[in-house]
């Protein structure tokens, strides 16, 4: 059974930094996609970054230059670390990612941006 968890949410203030990690288990193979979404309260869920198996990687307007995307395929896991938080990056942040195209998501992990 495929599985997703992620790590690394919290309190932050504006201005700071945190780094979201994501393990993929039940996979023998890389997965094909890997990516961030996020869902903020009373909105829909968005694309943050994703990131192909060779490591291109696709931002959201919003947080271009401000995010980095990167993954390590020998351990499934994918990265986003987040700088330069601002209060409207507070959110519930999914992991996603595609394998023998299927989706599969993660249960979410809340970063809070408040003084």
């Known amino acids: 059974q495929v599985q997703m968890v992620e790590s690394g949410g919290g309190l932050v203030q504006p201005g700071g930094s945190l780094r979201l990690s994501c393990a993929a288990s039940?996979?023998?193979?890389?997965?094909?996609?890997m990516g961030w979404y996020r869902q903020a309260p009373g909105k829909e869920r968005e694309l943050v970054a994703d990131i192909t198996r060779g490591g291109s990687p696709n931002y959201a307007d919003s947080v271009k230059g401000r995010f980095t995307i990167s993954r390590d395929n020998a351990e499934n896991t994918v990265y986003l670390q987040m700088n330069s938080l601002k209060p409207e990056d507070t959110a519930v942040y999914f992991c996603?990612?595609?394998?023998?195209?299927?989706?599969?998501w993660g249960k979410g992990t809340l970063v809070t941006v408040s003084s």
């Open positions: 996603h990612g595609v394998y023998y195209g299927r989706e599969y």
């Open positions: 039940g996979i023998i193979f890389s997965m094909n996609r």
